[in-house]
């Protein structure tokens, strides 16, 4: 296999031969009054509103430039690092971060108004998502000319260079696992309205670069918003994925995302194209009849590989004329968990035979990793944790769900995978019945009754959307896990205190609550930690609402002090910030308690994820010291496109 540059054509030129809209090409300020009024917009749910919009703040402002990564004509996209000393908050002056995010650079001047368009329909889009297999948009920076969309970095590279790099392509079994990870997040898509419009290899990143790495769809500004029954008119996408009812002038429905699955997952498998490649074949008869008719062959390259009929009827499911005939996305997930990667395993022998090129040790690495992530179950210490979170206090829950919201997720794989484990309807979301056959499985001693389990959920589900997201998951067991940090403290208090006064003030609350908005509660929620009694919470409070006025007790509550690392200098920057300095001493003698009296236990090794330069590191948040700069050239989750309709980037 190879890579190669191709032509790209856009879906007006290409596919529909309409007069280009000479309006389009001038720019609209009032487009970026629009992206300013949606963060604004009061009727936002709260984690819609936990996106945060910096008006006016230009990104070198708050972050520092690592390296460029990628460069197109409309922009740029970068790695960069919060330049936490210059933040408008003073609970975090001094601190330097290590973590690295994924900044997209949008220069408006440049970009017609459709384009301009399609950013901020990504941001509105990825604003309501919470899914471990989509990327997850952090904040947004925008000055009159430039908007920055600040994501997390994915190190790993696409779907299509993992899949260039070994000469024999992908083996069956880590097909069916890419396959898994997709169909996750599309049904996650599909049960939110949301249709992606757009996969193809470019658009799914791996987080980092192990076997048994966790794929992200990115890249939603061609996506759409549906309701059912209704279909969508205009056409977009990219050739070699591209359904062929988009060729109609009869609409489609988001069946066309499972067209797509389906021709990954034919080229994946056999290394070879099912249809169309470049823009050119529009114009071959034969060719675009066959799109049109869903005529395809396993050919060649499928008997090489020796694919197995499971992985046939997959692709088969996927590829039908008629939509309503193709498998949703949550059968064709059905079918890779109940059929196909049942089938694999049982033929790991034969697999294992037949594979070449060193494709036998990635299956029986990747077999593992499946296997152990199956396995995921909760313990009573996690539940322990959920019932304490769930009577909580409804300022403290929102402290921990923008802590779990903000948080660097590569060091919770664990739980990411005991979430998935609990999400066995494959809705994205853990439903209440999924939650009772939990607690069920557990065969813990302790009964509870469907009483019991109901307060819990109604305590987990912060935003009462009969759901709880995987941040609301995250969120409940936070302390329990001992994932609470100085670092993540601060970020935590800077994004409550979005106006960087110092302080989180009732207004703060109003706005990050959206339309779950209610005076009497907010007063609640500042009383709860509103100690000084002045109607506001400053950083000291905050950190007493978190460790309590005793903090040797409060360690004990969040876990291991380890993750803490306050020395004296920090107590030191935190007297500076308005901390009393006789709190800032409790909270240096009971860390180093702690510490003392966890040295002599046994070492217990936890999963962190993969130790790579996307990893969290748990630093002493308020020191100055420079990290070595150790970060290879990564993509990011978007690529500069310059049009809707893309030609195949790879040729085998």
Known sequence: MGACGS?????????????????????????????????????RSSREKMVWHREGIHLEELYETVKLIGQGSMGEVLSVRKKNKNLPNAATAGMRSERLYAAK????????????????????????????????????????????????????????????????????????????????????????????????????????????????????GLSNKFKRGEKMEEVCGTLYTLA????????????????????????????????????????????RAALENAQYEFGLGWRQKNISEMGKNFVRNCLKKDPNERCTAVKALEYVQREWLPYLDQMEEQLESIASNGN??????????????????MESKMLEGMHKYAVSGEFKKRVLVTMAYTMDKTSVRELREIFLSLDTNNSGTITLGELKEALTQMNSDKHMDDATIEKLFKGIDIDKSGNIHYA???????????????????????????????????????????KDYNAELVDQMIEEADFKKNGQVDYEEFLRLMFGHDPAAGFQNIGSSMNLNIDQG?????????????????????????????????????STGDKNEHSQIASNPLTNAKAEDTHKDTRTESSMAESHVDSSPFIM
Not at 585 to 604: T, Y
């Open 7 to 43: 032509k790209k054509a856009t879906t007006k030129a290409v596919l529909q031969q309409k007069t280009p809209d000479p309006d389009d090409d001038k720019s609209d300020d009032g487009m970026m009054d629009g992206l300013a009024n949606s963060f604004h917009d009061p009727s």
């Open 105 to 220: 650079t949008i220069n408006t001047t440049r970009f017609k108004k459709s384009e301009i368009k399609e950013f901020i329909n990504e941001i509105d889009i990825l604003r309501d998502l919470d899914h471990p297999n989509i990327i997850h948009l952090f904040e947004i920076c925008s000055t009159k000319r430039k908007i920055w969309i600040i994501t997390e970095l994915c190190t790993g590279g696409d779907l299509g260079e993992r899949a260039r790099s070994t000469p024999t392509g992908m083996t069956e079994y880590e097909v069916a696992d890419v396959m898994e990870q997709i169909l996750r997040a599309l049904a996650y898509l599909h049960s939110r309205g949301v249709c992606h419009r757009d996969l193809k290899f470019e658009n799914i990143m791996y987080v980092d670069g192990s076997c048994g790495s966790a794929l992200k769809l990115i890249d939603f």
């Open 244 to 287: 062929p009812e988009m060729l109609s002038t009869e609409g489609y429905t988001e069946q066309a995302d499972l067209w797509s699955v389906g021709c990954l997952a034919f080229i994946l498998q056999s290394n070879q194209y099912p249809f169309l490649q470049e823009a050119h074949e529009l114009e071959d008869k034969k060719k």
């Open 360 to 377: 036998n040790g990635r299956n029986k690495e990747l077999r593992t990793q499946v296997s152990a992530r199956s396995k995921q179950r």
């Open 472 to 514: 609301e998951f995250i969120a409940a067991v936070i302390e329990s896990q001992g994932l609470i940090t100085m670092e993540r403290l601060a970020d935590t208090f800077d994004r409550l205190d979005s106006e960087g006064k110092g302080y989180i003030s009732k207004d703060n609350l109003r706005q990050l609550l959206g």
């Open 570 to 606: 920090m107590v030191e920057q935190l007297a500076a910030v308005g901390v009393q300095k006789e709190f800032a001493e409790q909270l240096f003698a009971a860390a180093r308690a702690s510490e003392s009296a966890l040295s002599s236990l046994p070492e217990v090794k936890e």
